[in-house]
């Protein structure tokens, strides 16, 4: 299904899925286990915006490929790749002599992913369909294994991590990154205005799994719960720079974020058009006449086995 060039676009698809059985709307928590990354709406969507959506991403593909610090001839695992990124940065940095595997439970996604990588000619990175609580590898076969904006939707983290430990050689690292919390432009001028207008008292969106190890310190835990050694973490904010519109914001943000999918869905057809012009307003504060100019504040982690 090609996406349809509004909100309502979203709007339509779940309401379709409702019908079939799942009335449910306003995620919770465990409604964010839901998020279907890999529906072909959403696959179609990141297709379709993938050139805007590289651009705006650039500034934490930056920041995980200086925090992983990868050097030429590495093997490097990419958890949770998606549409490809930062797999086909890091393939650029370990070079001909190096090899990177991106992994992702969604197939569709690691088409798109495959495309990438054959348009910019590297043949030193592929794309697999995996899951990252049972990964197909050997033991210690790994220099490096890295994720963006992927660990925090992994139901089991401590299986997840320590099956990241097991395939990396002795010496290997990690180097992960998450999003940092709800309360950032972003979020707050497009879900927080949404908000705004929906009466949806108990709906905390700080629950979502999206954010999950936004607090400082939590994904730390983790990885030391898992084992791994020397552990560091740190606060980033990076550009996060949409070149386009507001309106063309608003409308990928509801076709691609599959955690909000659902509460995009529950606004009713009454209050779609106020929310719409709501966000657009928002965001406008932000636009310089050729790009909405926002930041990103993320967490990045890395650790040794
Ligand atoms: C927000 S996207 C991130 C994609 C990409 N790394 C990026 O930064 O654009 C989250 C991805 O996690 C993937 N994912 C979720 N659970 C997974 C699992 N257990 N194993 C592998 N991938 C998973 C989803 O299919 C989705 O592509």
């Given amino acids: 299904m090609a996406p349809a060039d509004n909100n309502l676009g979203v709007q339509s698809e779940n309401k379709q899925h409702a019908k079939g059985g799942n009335p449910d709307v306003g995620p919770t928590r465990g409604a964010a286990a839901e998020a279907n990354w890999g529906s072909a709406f959403r696959v179609a969507a990141s297709d379709k915006w993938r050139s805007q959506s590289a651009t705006m991403r650039r500034g934490v593909t930056d920041a995980i490929c200086q925090f992983a610090a990868p050097r030429p001839g590495m093997r490097v695992l990419d958890l949770a790749s998606g549409t ?126 999206v954010f999950r190890f936004a607090r400082p310190g939590s994904l730390s835990a983790a990885l030391d719960s898992a084992g791994f050694r020397n552990v560091h973490e740190e606060t980033r904010t990076v550009p996060w720079i949409w070149p386009g519109t507001p309106e063309e914001l608003w409308q990928y943000f509801g076709q691609v974020s599959a955690p909000f999918h659902s509460l995009i869905a529950s606004v009713p057809e009454s209050k779609i058009r106020t929310v719409d012009d709501a966000v657009h307003s928002a965001l406008a504060q932000f636009h310089d006449g050729e790009r909405v100019k926002l930041t990103a504040t993320v967490v990045l982690a890395g650790a040794e086995k």
């Fill in 84 to 209: 490809g990124e930062p797999a086909i940065s890091l393939a650029s940095a370990v070079g001909p002599t190096g090899r990177v595997v991106g992994i992702d439970v969604s197939d569709d996604l690691l088409e798109i992913a495959r495309g990438r990588a054959r348009q910019r000619r590297f043949d030193n990175v592929e794309f697999r369909r995996a899951d990252a609580h049972c990964l197909p590898f050997p033991t210690e076969q790994f220099d490096l294994v890295t994720s963006r904006c992927g660990v925090m939707f992994f139901a089991d983290i401590q299986k997840a991590f320590l099956e990241a430990r097991r395939v990396l050689k002795p010496q290997g690292r990690v180097a992960f990154l998450v999003w940092g919390p709800f309360q950032q432009p972003y979020f707050e001028n497009t879900i927080g205005v949404l908000l705004n207008h929906v009466a949806e008292p108990q709906y905390d969106p700080s629950q979502l799994d």
